[in-house]
């Protein structure tokens, strides 16, 4: 059940991010969602120690990249999406390498706008019924 939910709020999260990011970005860009899954063996203040102890602000986000949305999802962790050139994908992956492992576990997912596509779908089906 946990997964099922947490594939729900991936969906809707990256959807509502990408159709912000599209509004705002070059199309040379890619967009990532990076999940920052909390250990759930650490407190809140070992979480935030082992963050200062990797200095994980002074790398993440890369300064190449774009935060479009940013998420805390209770019983989770954080939900990022960001865009960035694919020039620059691996000082993304080695800013999570250096500064969140330890504190937490991590997952990256590649999204795109879906809105565009539904909105034109519905228009295409709107317009079929009312023939």
């Known amino acids: 059940m946990k997964t099922i939910l947490l594939f729900v709020f991936i969906i809707f999260f990256a ?10 970005t070059a199309s040379d860009s890619l967009t990532i969602t990076v999940f ?15 963050q200062e102890e990797n200095k994980l602000w002074d790398m993440f986000p890369p300064k190449q990249s774009k935060v479009v949305s940013w998420y805390v999802m209770m019983g989770i962790g954080q939900v990022v999406t960001l865009k960035i050139t694919p020039k620059d994908l691996r000082t ?6 250096k500064g969140a492992w330890g504190a937490f576990s991590t997952e990256f997912y590649t999204t795109y706008d879906y ?12 317009k079929t019924t009312n023939q």
């Open 92 to 97: 993304l992956n080695l800013s999570i390498e």
């Open 15 to 24: 959807a509502k991010a990408s159709s912000q990011a599209a509004k705002n």
């Open 115 to 126: 809105v565009p596509v539904y909105k034109e779908m519905m228009e295409k089906r709107a």
């Open 36 to 50: 920052l899954k909390h250990q759930q063996d650490k407190s809140l203040s070992e979480i935030q120690k082992k």
